[in-house]
């Protein structure tokens, strides 16, 4: 009986609440063997992971190196799967951690109404609060590595300062797996989004815990560097004019008149 080529090996099959991608065949002894991938919660995502192991097979020098590639391939990917639930049910937890701390504060059905604040309070500039140094990464409490993962995909380089994100990586946070808003990489999140003063701190952390810089992040690096000297050129030759067109004999004639 012909066997089939990988190309045409394996579909996707229900499986439990989901789908999945599944291979079978017969080994050089005539025995029956399966390649599975995870449980997906579309077929989309099954029909990828069966593509995948399907092209897996292909770096084989022969038939039966080419499967044991695809069966090495499905268990990567399920392992793969398994680090993504994993770090879902941490970011699943933060949320509601981060709900109660809320709740703590003020509930809509507290008899303590919360108190509005202020006209004066609300334009009160926070540079003029005192200036509270920053807690070191190494005092911080402790978070496991996968805690620390899906703090870092919740990351808000915009609001955020180098020594927040230092603790993360100090805790073993994934500086490579992608952050929630865009599902982009820690690294490009950070030069698209971090403030002009904490921007080169950043990347330099991340690459220093082991991000990944692709071609396309290093001209980004490069673009933003390039945008942020033009923006100060320009503000600074706009100051420049404002100064020399300012003429103080000319208000105090106007002032006479």
Known sequence: MPKKPFQDMGVVKVHRNGYRAHLQYRDSSATCKDICGPERRNTAQAEADLAQIRAAGAVGRNREEGLEIMAAEAMRIKISAR???EIREAVHRLDSQEEEQDDEIWHPDSDNEP???EPWMRDYEETQQPDISPTPPSQQPAMTPLEATAALQKFRPIAAKPTDLEYLLACRADPNYPVEA???SPLRHVILF???EHVEKMRTLLLQYGARQSGEDLQRWELRQRAELCERIRMQEARD?????YDPCAAIHELNM
């Open 83 to 85: 680090y993504q639930a």
């Open 115 to 117: 108190e509005e604040e």
């Open 182 to 184: 865009g599902s982009i």
């Open 194 to 196: 971090a403030q002009e």
């Open 241 to 245: 004019l404002q100064e020399r067109a």
